[in-house]
């Protein structure tokens, strides 16, 4: 097999952390299970941030991960298209509001 | 699109032989996955027993007017395997004296055997408490003759379930054909205009969804939710349950899973929502299901891989329920596809 840093077979031993931690994974995987569980906002709507932020954080596992549960959930395509464009929307925005700093310091330089 | 079964392809699939040698090897033999047995046997649930059968589950005939490329029965229009009139009275004589309250045909499409209307009257005569007829939809549309269907069911009080895989056509038509969704609405108004699957009608419609893809239904209460917003604002449609029902890794399932190179992932999907709660409801359980040719087996799934019941009696000539209950189930790794999540069956999830 080809040596790549990112295994998609990775995926199913991500429990596997919890080996060399106890305390601290299970402590996370309950914590996540908890976070996506139906409240405020429902099961579906958490399902479209994650994907969001899946592509925000550029994880190849989340984007897999969120994109099947997605589809199982019943969410159609452009229903995550949209979640992707909200989450490059702001990644961008974050970009492009820096610029104040830079437009700030330009002009404190410049005579 | 698929135009032709795996039978008519002579695909390697369309024996079953071919499917369980698949379904025992990789990684359930190399030992990565659990076989089924040995799942099931950690919470001492094996073997598999039956209780009381409570349905008779009929395969009326493998014919269909759709080949859709998820189907566990590999029907279509060239399939020419078709229940005789003999056999169906051999099923009657079982209807009189079951003691199972419901009565459930299926197909292929059940509507394209040319006895089907003598034998739902008959059937109906014995007076059965619950009487499905696994109806496509757009066999009410595919030709004139058909164009009275809902009528007749009406008349006989029959129970109708309609697959429907999302309320969208471009993923309807993926799974079940090009135009399959247009007729699907067309067909369901025409049943919702004679009574069915209106707000406390008799006339009972639910709808069977299944995936249309690699991946497993999720929640069948939110689904049905979504389904019925969706129909209801969308076209003015109503049914009243939606049945959400995993796909079985067999027969042009698998066919599609093994050429995506999605059937191991599809199998750790299934192995790891493994429910041993699900166990003890699993169809198998309460349900005979009959062939075309009247053999009995444990589940429609088992009779598309011509598993026949572990039981002196194995045809509907020689029935006999009390026989019959005292048996085994056969399994095999398909049978995760019954234990996922909330489970799976004819009627749905079962916990
Ligand atoms: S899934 Fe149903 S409608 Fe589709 S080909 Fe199979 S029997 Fe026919
Ligand atoms: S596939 Fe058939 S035999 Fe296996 S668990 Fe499901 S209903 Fe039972």
Not at chain 1, 13 to 29: C, R, V
Not at chain 2, 279 to 301: E, Q, R
Request: negative net charge; aromatic residues 10%.
């Amino acid at each position: 097999m080809e040596k790549t840093y990112y295994d998609p077979a990775d995926l199913k031993k991500f429990p596997k952390i919890t080996e060399w931690s106890e305390e601290l994974g299970e402590k996370f995987f309950d914590y996540y299970g908890k976070v996506f569980e139906e409240g405020a906002l429902t099961a579906r709507e958490k399902s479209l941030i994650a994907l969001a932020v899946s592509h925000v954080v550029k994880c190849p596992y989340c984007i897999d991960a969120y994109t099947k549960d997605g589809l199982q959930r019943g969410i159609t395509k452009e229903e995550m298209m949209e979640a992707v464009h909200a989450g490059a929307a702001i990644e961008s925005g974050a970009t492009l509001v820096h610029g104040v700093q830079m437009m700030k310091k330009y002009d404190k330089l410049s005579m | 699109m698929l135009k032709k079964s795996l039978h008519k392809r002579a695909n390697q699939l369309s024996q079953s032989k071919k499917q369980l040698e698949i379904l025992s090897n990789g990684i359930f033999a190399n030992g990565e996955l659990p076989t089924f047995k040995d799942k099931i046997a950690e919470t001492n649930q094996f073997p598999l027993r039956p209780n009381k059968t409570e349905i008779l589950q009929i395969n009326v005939g493998y014919m269909c007017n759709q080949v859709c490329s998820h189907c566990h029965v590999d029907a279509g229009p060239d399939r020419k395997e078709i229940m005789t009139k003999e056999t169906m009275q051999q099923c009657l004589d079982i209807i009189k004296n079951t003691g199972a309250h419901t009565l459930d045909l299926t197909g292929g499409a059940p509507e394209m055997n040319p006895n089907f209307r003598w034998f739902v009257e008959e059937a109906s005569k014995i007076g059965v408490e619950d009487f499905i007829v696994r109806s496509n939809l757009t066999i009410i549309e595919a030709n004139k003759k058909y164009n009275d269907l809902p009528d007749f069911f009406k008349k006989h009080n029959i129970h109708v379930i309609s697959s429907m895989p999302h309320w969208t056509k471009e993923k309807t038509d993926k799974q079940r054909g090009q135009g399959v969704f247009n007729k699907s609405i067309e067909a369901l108004k025409k049943l919702n205009a004679v009574g069915y699957g209106m707000p406390n009608s008799n006339l009972k419609l639910d709808l069977v969804y299944n995936p249309a893809g690699a991946f497993l239904p999720t929640n069948q209460a939110s689904m049905e939710k979504d389904f019925k917003k969706a129909l209801i604002d969308d076209f003015g449609i109503q049914f009243h349950n939606l049945f959400a029902i995993t796909n079985l890794p067999i027969s042009r399932f698998l066919e599609y899973l093994i050429a995506s190179e999605n059937y191991e992932d599809y199998m750790y999907s299934l192995v790891e929502a493994f429910n041993p709660s699900a166990v003890k409801n699993v169809m198998c359980t309460n349900t005979i299901s009959i062939s075309w040719d009247g053999w009995l087996y444990d589940c429609d799934f088992n009779q598309m891989l011509d598993l026949k019941v572990d039981s002196k009696v194995k045809h509907v000539s020689e029935y006999n329920e009390d026989i019959l209950n005292n048996r085994d189930i056969i399994i095999s790794q398909h049978c995760y596809g019954c234990t996922a999540g909330a489970g799976s069956s004819c009627q749905g999830t079962v916990v």
